[in-house]
């Protein structure tokens, strides 16, 4: 966030002369031509090949010639989404607004050659190249892909009126407030008017949000690649959460160590919230900073080109830089999360188009219901399921298996499932198979942000065949609130045992 100007705060603090409203204007995503459209003709964003030339679009927004905000990048995207924004201003709607979309680039010389170029250039003296790079970092050598320029009313009404989002690009009238335009085909904008007097958090408010749990996958989902650098449990991730209101974080969840499965048990925070307010749900693998995570501390402690003290100072400087990977991303309408219901999973089963970024979250367990003076949302249960026993034959009396001997008993394996929010069931996990046997040991464990207190299990014991499984029963049980060692029954399975522990 940059530093308004002090003719801007003190029309801000003044009285009388409008209306007591407060404004934010949220930048949600934009769409950026293949090349930049230039007198000379198209040419590429940036210098590479295959997504280096992509742009990596940013937006700066000023009001009467402040600049109250300047987004982070997008890296190497024709399609960015900052979902992000100003704060809330008490201005009147004659202010002048001027929203830039820029190119990030790093330097002169660095867009002909890269940093690399520089490093092993042969004409240039090692200091030389250390000199370079110390004045070549700071130029400004951003490309303006468009500007709108126009008084906050203007705005307003271009985006069809304040609370609703719109394209600036394509509304009546745009081309008139949009200039130096060389390649922004789309920008969605939303203009967010409040009281005043408005809290979000007000005591009296009715509304909350929060995750109880989350399950990440093994690995990211696109890089394939582990979540932290390490060894052992520490390439699990750290799973953190954030939920953001009109752009601003408002309720959190602190990070879980080295785990694929987050509880979060804090008191939810009470909002206001109006149905058209703009919802984001982030939840991140929390990291150190860049080095950290690209080497681990140890890779700065046994580096023998720094000394003890430069170590330590690196890695608290860089344990401070936020360089958490987004795992998962929903954004929608209040409206739309609470119509799924008061306890929920995101992503639920099938298509989901408020989802923006899914790269390893297998569930999120979202809860609206909670109340301030109401004590948290009971934690997830760890199930062992241990072993069952089988009856002799199949329900009409036939053996399970052909052959002689031991090869007509069957080969169990056990298939857990998990209900989930629209009435089915998700697949949790499924057993090793034991050969020819009445009695299958297989010890089991399912941990999931799912398997909460009064949710329901379902358990499949199959006979494994060469064509089809037959079906030796079916358990379905509640999940207790306190730990159990419970001995089941059901169809053809003479006992099934399972243990529910606290994790």
């Not at 003044?14 to 934010?24: H, T």
């Not at 009695?439 to 064509?467: F, I, N, Q, S």
């Amino acid at each position: 966030m940059l530093r308004p100007a002090l003719a801007l705060l003190a029309l801000a603090m003044s009285s009388g002369a409008f209306r007591a409203e407060q404004y934010k204007i949220l930048v949600t995503d934009a769409r950026i031509s293949a090349k930049k459209q230039l007198a000379a003709g198209p040419q590429p964003w940036d210098i590479g090949a295959g997504g280096v030339e992509k742009p990596d679009p940013y937006v700066v927004i000023e009001l009467d010639g402040a600049a109250v905000f300047s987004s982070g990048k997008e890296q190497d995207t024709l399609a960015p989404r900052w979902f992000t924004g100003t704060g809330y201003w008490q201005v009147p709607k004659t202010t002048k607004v001027k929203i830039t979309v820029r190119d990030a680039d790093a330097g002169k010389l660095f867009s002909r050659v890269g940093i690399a170029g520089v490093a092993v250039h042969p004409d240039i003296p090692a200091y030389g190249k250390r000199f370079i790079n110390d004045v070549l970092k700071d130029v400004d050598t951003d490309d303006t892909i468009a500007v709108w320029t126009g008084t906050l009313g203007q705005l307003i009404a271009t985006t069809g009126g304040a609370g609703n989002p719109g394209d600036i690009v394509a509304a009546p009238g745009a081309r008139d407030r949009i200039s130096a335009n060389i390649g922004l085909e789309a920008l969605t904008v939303r203009v967010i008017e409040r009281a005043n007097d408005f809290d979000i958090t007000k005591p009296t408010a009715k509304s909350y949000i929060g995750l109880t749990g989350a399950t990440f996958e093994a690995k990211k989902r696109h890089s394939k690649a582990v979540w932290d650098v390490g060894l052992g449990a520490v390439q699990n991730p750290d799973p953190r959460y954030v939920v953001y209101v009109n752009g601003d974080p408002i309720v959190s969840g602190a990070a879980n160590k080295d785990t694929f499965v987050a509880l979060w048990e804090g008191e939810l925070t009470a909002l206001q919230l109006e149905p058209d307010d703009t919802i984001a749900i982030a939840v991140l693998d929390a990291d150190a900073g860049t080095m950290v995570a690209g080497a681990g501390k140890h890779g700065l402690i046994f580096s023998t080109a720094l000394s003890k003290s430069a170590k330590e100072q690196l890695y608290e400087e860089l344990s401070k830089a936020s360089t958490d990977d987004l795992a998962f991303l929903w954004v929608g309408s209040w409206a739309t999360l609470k119509a799924k219901g008061a306890s929920f999973d995101l992503p639920a089963t099938g298509f989901d188009a408020n989802v923006w970024v899914n790269d390893g979250l297998k569930v999120a367990s979202v809860t609206t219901t909670a109340k301030n003076k109401e004590p948290p949302p009971l934690a997830a249960v760890d199930v062992v399921v241990q072993k069952a026993v089988i009856k002799a034959t199949k329900a009409n009396g036939a053996a399970w298996d052909a052959g002689l001997g031991n090869v007509t008993r069957p080969d169990p394996f056990v298939k857990c499932f998990v209900a989930n929010a629209s009435g089915g069931w998700d697949l949790l996990a499924t057993s090793k198979v034991v050969k020819d046997s009445y009695t299958a040991t297989w010890d089991l464990r399912l941990r999931d942000a799912r398997l909460t207190p009064g949710r329901k299990l379902k358990l499949e014991v199959y006979d494994e065949d060469l064509a089809s499984h037959d079906l030796i029963g079916t358990i379905v049980l509640t999940l207790p609130n306190a730990p159990d060692a419970p001995k089941l029954a059901g169809d053809q399975i003479e006992s099934l045992e399972l243990k529910i522990e606290r994790p």
